[in-house]
């Protein structure tokens, strides 16, 4: 009950209530019991005063002393609760007495016999005549008297009522000073309770209050080590904790707000009755609208038909593609929706993302992945996925690779852009000898493929044949007229069982067989050409161990002077296989060319020959020797550095090698050649344009990279001394190189005819079968390591 008020009226009254209680246990308890001890206490006193009495009356009325006895009698008297004193016998008659005149109330208030009892008991008697008033009979038995009538008795009336009412008034003082004492206390206590209690608790309450009516900085300020003090602290504790989550709640909130205002899809935010009732700017970009314009707007307008605003209902946490329009504009997105509520009320959440971008990015994409974007024709993967669904179906299938020769010159001489315009010009002359039931598709960098569906070998051919005629006339790009041919392959499936893969390595071979024999041409698969294919694979694979297997090994062709005496030898690879001999370079090296093994293997050939001219210099006989570089080399950014530091980690001279280069290493490695070189003549090495003569610009390169000396090719020494037109190119290279001052070698001198032509004209070193065979080192000595002389 006491919880309906405040502590300010509540501790009083509590305060009050517990006096009352106290008062009434006072007046019910203590007063009665009070005035009872004290009774008992002067009845016990005035016992043993009347028995001390009772003594000395007995000795006073064994001697007759009846003054003494009066004596006593009246002291006894003066008393204040003694009424009356009397010493009487058994008869009743009065031997002693306080007053006169009161022997009469004695007979009127004691009979003899009443008298005689507790004479003859020996034993004081109390007699309650009124409420306190008694009437105290003390025998008193003199030793000399033996019988009960010589007995006599001291009777006492005694007046408990003043000692009693006394008592009864300082029990009401007592009770009086106990409840102002109490009164007193109790006011201190509440001003004290009130000061250090109900305002230090009024204090925080009003401190909260302050916090939850918007003041965050308010806090209670109590002194003291008490459990107030402490709870005050603990309330400020959490009221900092409080307003600190306030903060961060309010800085979530903000960045909260932040983020979807910054987000890029649009969010809507939708009431019970699937209205607008907010939009973030994402959103109002999306559709091109105010946040108020979306708010008035019906949610099945902005995402209709109905039918979508209705499925997306439906799919509640599914993401589903939507297809509308924004003004005009058709407009794909990526929409989900969830449910949420706050404050006891449901909401829904929009979510839409605006993929029309990436839709078109995606059919962009797919049109790439299926079509060349320059010439607009299908590409490998888009035949190739055709391949395998005509032979999946069972039915004939024909192929034709085309692969433009030589196409990488024109592209590199005219530029990119006259190339790639060439290219289109070109399958669009394709497409005009095509059906549109066959597929045409450009699958590389210049290759294009033609696959036939239900068409024999006879109808891929003659098709074939149709499309290699369509390169004899030029092609009109912009100012230039170009002139290009083609090699061409054909496959034809085989059987109920052929695959893809085979068929498209079956054309492959075709195609690689067209340019092995020349080029402008087409040739059909056959099953030799797997055969070839196999023995070539093998042979690969065998001259990738050569190297590590150390079955590589030089010979060396001596280059003489006019007097036959070997000035240089030209370093010449060969291949001792240990299951096949000693194997024809016409046979290794273009598949090590082909391959890529020709790096290793050539910077194997130049450190052998390194050593070799190392170690015949220190013998004595310091002969130069040429080494051939592959076209391959000049691919290498590192290939003079590379070149250098094996020279030097083996010790030799440059002016004991030559490096002989044939056009075709010039003119497919690039600018970066006329680099190279500089730096290997800069090093001392000497330079050979090899086969001179022979390729496209010989003239051009040698005034553009400085050479040595050049080599005229065999095939002009061959017709030496008949061939009017060999004559004529000789004769016109020796002119040259002599006004150039360039040293000359002429290769592949196998008759004496040709030796004295040559000799003749100029030509200072001669090489050749007439001479010598290429042989092993150690060949072209004698037994005491003479040098022999051709």
């Not at 929706?337 to 909401?347: A, K, P």
């Amino acid at each position: 009950m006491l919880r309906r008020y405040s502590l300010r009226h509540s501790t009083p009254a509590l305060l009050g209530f517990f006096a009352i209680v106290f008062a009434a246990l006072l007046i019910l308890i203590q007063l009665p019991l009070s005035q009872k001890n004290a009774l008992e206490s002067w009845r016990n006193y005035t016992n043993q005063m009347l028995i001390q009495l009772q003594n000395s009356l007995n000795d006073h009325l064994r001697f007759n002393r009846t003054e003494e006895m009066v004596t006593e009698l009246a002291e006894l008297g003066s008393l204040p609760n003694v009424k009356w004193a009397a010493v009487v016998n058994t008869q009743l008659h009065t031997l002693a007495i306080t007053r006169l005149g009161l022997e009469n109330s004695i007979h009127s208030l004691l009979s003899e016999q009443q008298l005689v009892e507790p004479i003859s008991k020996h034993t004081p008697t109390w007699r309650l005549m009124d409420k306190q008033s008694y009437l105290a009979i003390y025998p008193l038995n003199p030793v000399q008297l033996h019988t009960p009538e010589h007995s006599a008795a001291l009777l006492v009336e005694l007046d408990f009522a003043p000692l009693l009412q006394q008592t009864s008034s300082n029990a009401w003082s007592y009770l009086g000073q106990a409840l102002l004492l109490l009164l007193a206390l109790g006011f201190i206590l509440n001003r004290l309770y009130l000061h250090l209690i109900v305002k230090r608790i009024a204090h925080i309450g009003e401190t909260t209050q302050q916090y939850g009516a918007g003041n965050l900085q308010a806090r209670t300020h109590l002194q003291g080590k008490d459990e107030i003090s402490q709870l005050g602290s603990a309330v400020n504790k959490m009221l900092t904790q409080l307003e600190s989550n306030h903060n961060a709640l309010q800085e979530s909130e903000h960045m909260l707000r932040n983020l979807l205002n910054a987000a890029p899809v649009g969010l809507l935010v939708l009431n019970e009755q699937q209205q607008i009732i907010e939009a973030n700017p994402a959103a109002q970009a999306l559709f091109k609208m105010s946040s108020q314009q979306l708010c008035a707007t019906p949610i099945e307008q902005l995402l209709s038909p109905l039918e979508q605003w209705q499925q997306l209902l439906a799919s509640t946490k599914a993401t589903l593609l939507l297809n509308t329009a924004r003004l005009a504009q058709p407009l794909t997105l990526e929409a989900f929706i969830n449910d949420f509520s706050r404050d006891e009320q449901s909401f829904k959440l929009v979510l839409l993302n605006d993929i029309s971008e990436r839709k078109h990015a995606e059919q962009r994409l797919h049109y790439l992945a299926n079509y060349d974007a320059l010439t607009g024709l299908a590409n490998r993967n888009n035949i190739l996925s055709q391949i395998e669904k005509t032979l999946q179906s069972n039915l004939s299938l024909g192929l034709i690779l085309i692969d433009l020769d030589r196409f990488q010159y024109l592209n590199d001489a005219l530029g990119h852009h006259i190339g790639d315009q060439l290219l289109k010009a070109i399958a669009s002359r394709l497409q005009e000898h095509t059906e549109h039931s066959h597929v045409l598709a450009r699958v590389g960098g210049d290759e294009f493929m033609v696959a036939i569906q239900n068409a024999s070998l006879a109808d891929t051919e003659q098709l074939a044949l149709t499309l290699l005629n369509v390169f004899k006339q030029p092609f009109k790009v912009l100012q230039y007229e170009l002139f290009i041919t083609a090699s061409l392959g054909v496959a034809q499936q085989q059987g109920q069982h052929s695959s893809s893969i085979l068929l498209l390595k079956q054309v492959d071979l075709a195609l690689y067989q067209a340019k092995k024999i020349g080029r402008n041409c087409y040739i059909s698969f056959n099953n030799d050409l797997a055969t070839d294919a196999a023995l070539r694979q093998q042979l690969i694979d065998e001259l990738r161990h050569a190297l590590d297997q150390n079955e590589f090994e030089l010979h060396y062709q001596p280059q003489v002077d006019c007097s036959n005496t070997p000035v240089a030898m030209e370093a010449l690879l060969r291949w001792r296989s240990s299951s096949r001999g000693l194997v024809s370079p016409d046979k290794f090296i273009p598949l090590l060319e082909e391959t890529g093994m020709i790096i290793d293997v050539s910077r194997w050939v130049f450190r052998t020959a390194c050593r070799q001219a190392t170690a015949w210099s220190k013998q004595g006989t310091p002969l130069r020797i040429a080494v051939n570089l592959s076209p391959l080399d000049f691919l290498q950014a590192d290939l003079a550095g590379s070149l250098i530091k094996i020279m030097q980690e083996e010790c030799t001279p440059a002016q004991l090698i030559e490096l002989e280069i044939t056009e075709n290493s010039l003119l497919d490695s690039g600018p970066q050649a006329q680099s190279m070189l500089k730096t290997l003549k800069a090093a001392g090495l000497l330079l050979f344009l090899d086969d001179f003569g022979t390729g496209y610009s010989s003239l051009t390169y040698i005034k553009r990279f400085q050479f040595d000396g050049i080599k005229i090719d065999r095939e002009f020494v061959a017709g030496l001394p008949n061939c009017q037109q060999s004559i004529a190119l000789v004769e016109g290279i020796l002119t040259i190189a002599n006004h150039l001052k360039l040293d000359v070698i002429a290769e592949g001198v196998e008759t004496i005819e040709q030796v004295e032509f040559l000799r003749q004209r100029g030509c200072q070193q001669l090489q050749g079968y007439y001479f010598s065979p290429a042989r092993a080192a150690e060949q072209h000595f004698t037994s005491e390591n003479t040098l022999i002389h051709y």
